[in-house]
């Protein structure tokens, strides 16, 4: 996959990220992570199709005191606009990789399939020393 911003340069993918957890809420989105010059001023935005994919809805019903709901089904969540524009995002002092989420995903996958051969081999193919006999 190839994309053309709007300068005109092509860039390449380097991931497809699934899940992003907002507040109490774990929503899918499918998205791509692009090799580029860090930022901290442009945060990630997500639009009318990512909320359209997880049937969410966002209301700006206060302008004034600038509170946002994100619902989804019958849960929601209210986050107040003056508090997360007075703090910038590199005041928080923990820091996040996504390079470290393949190892994650590849571990807990491994823990969950460990005693399930048929899985293993599926998986894995015949290069993952098992035991045919389990089979």
């Known amino acids: 996959m190839s994309l053309e911003l709007a300068d005109r340069s092509i860039q390449y993918p380097r991931r497809i990220v699934m899940l992003i957890k907002v507040d109490k809420f774990v929503l899918p989105f499918d ?28 209301d700006v019903f206060n302008k004034k005191n600038k509170k ?16 997360s524009i007075k703090r910038h995002p590199t005041d928080d002092d923990e820091y996040y990789n996504v390079d470290d989420l393949d190892d994650t995903i590849n571990e807990e996958t491994n823990r969950r399939l460990e005693n399930d051969q048929l899985d293993l081999f599926l998986l894995y193919g015949p290069e993952k020393n098992i035991d045919q006999t389990d089979l």
Do not use: C
Request: glycine share 4%.
């Open 68 to 83: 946002i709901t994100l619902r989804v089904g019958d849960d929601k969540v209210i986050f107040d606009m003056d508090q």
């Open 31 to 58: 998205f791509v992570i692009l090799d580029m010059p860090e930022d901290s001023k442009i945060p990630i935005i997500l639009g009318r199709p990512a909320l359209a994919t997880t049937r969410a809805m966002i």
